[in-house]
Nanobody
Framework: QVQLAESGGGLVQAGGSLRLSCSAP????????MGWYRQAPGKQRELVAT???????NYADFVKGRFTISRHNAKNTVWLQMNSLTPEDTADYYC?????????????WGQGTQVTVSS
């Protein structure tokens, strides 16, 4: 069982920055990819950014140039640096970890951290 611990959400004014952190402590397991997703009220959960254990990144178009995802493999930790935030970025942000299990992969999720951007 992989438990993810998130931190770093909060309230910020438009144009400001926040840094989210997520770790999977006690990790006697390998994680192939980690990432961040978000869900705004009344909307579906959507991908924000992911990063593989090889460092390959993938970003949603709406965050390119503003958000940066990074990762420390040995610590099973991923960060999301969010700059130039807008009210449209207001959402609950969820950490994701993908763990290989035999021929399959299993997704684990954090409990979410709230990000609120005021105009």
């Amino acid at each position: 069982q992989v438990q993810l611990a998130e931190s770093g959400g909060g309230l910020v004014q438009a144009g400001g920055s926040l840094r989210l952190s997520c770790s999977a402590p006690g990790g006697r397991f390998s994680i192939t990819a980690m990432g961040w997703y978000r869900q705004a009220p009344g909307k579906q959960r959507e991908l924000v950014a992911t990063i593989t254990n090889g460092g390959a990144t993938n970003y949603a178009d709406f965050v390119k140039g503003r958000f940066t995802i990074s990762r420390h493999n040995a610590k099973n930790t991923v960060w999301l640096q969010m700059n130039s935030l807008t009210p449209e970025d207001t959402a609950d942000y969820y950490c994701n970890a993908r763990v290989p299990m035999g021929p399959f992969e299993k997704d684990y999720w954090g409990q979410g951290t709230q990000v609120t951007v005021s105009s």
